[in-house]
Nanobody, 124 residues
Framework: QVTLVESGGGLVQAGGSLRLSCGAS????????MGWFRQAPGKEREFVAA?????????DYVDSVKGRFTISRVNAKNTVYLQMNSLKPEDTAVYYC????????????????WGQGTQVTVSS
């Protein structure tokens, strides 16, 4: 089991940028594929991005964020990042990072460990 803590959320104007961080403890995150999900009020949790283990050679993005968001990992820091550029009001949500034993799924059921979430609000 790995404990995950997100940070970096906040309020930003449309067109702005934020970088979310996800710190892992308990077990090294290099053993896990990592993902970012988001959940807006009244909506289901949505896959955003994923990165393979151990070195992040493969990444996956939902179409709505391709070209704007970048997922990366620094195993020496046990940290995964989500760089978000050109933010839009529809990106407003609570963002969660999650760990999975295998890379390749966009289903939240495949991710065993979750952080508490960080709020991202994009104003128009």
């Amino acid at each position: 089991q790995v404990t995950l803590v997100e940070s970096g959320g906040g309020l930003v104007q449309a067109g702005g940028s934020l970088r979310l961080s996800c710190g892992a403890s308990g077990r090294t995150c290099s053993s896990y594929a990592m993902g970012w999900f988001r959940q807006a009020p009244g909506k289901e949790r949505e896959f955003v991005a994923a990165i393979s283990s151990p070195y992040g050679g493969s990444t996956d993005y939902v179409d709505s964020v391709k070209g704007r968001f970048t997922i990366s990992r620094v195993n020496a820091k046990n940290t995964v990042y989500l760089q978000m550029n050109s933010l839009k009001p529809e990106d407003t949500a609570v963002y969660y990072c999650a760990a999975a034993r295998a890379y390749g799924s966009r289903r939240h059921e495949e991710y065993a460990d979750w952080g508490q979430g960080t709020q991202v609000t994009v104003s128009s």
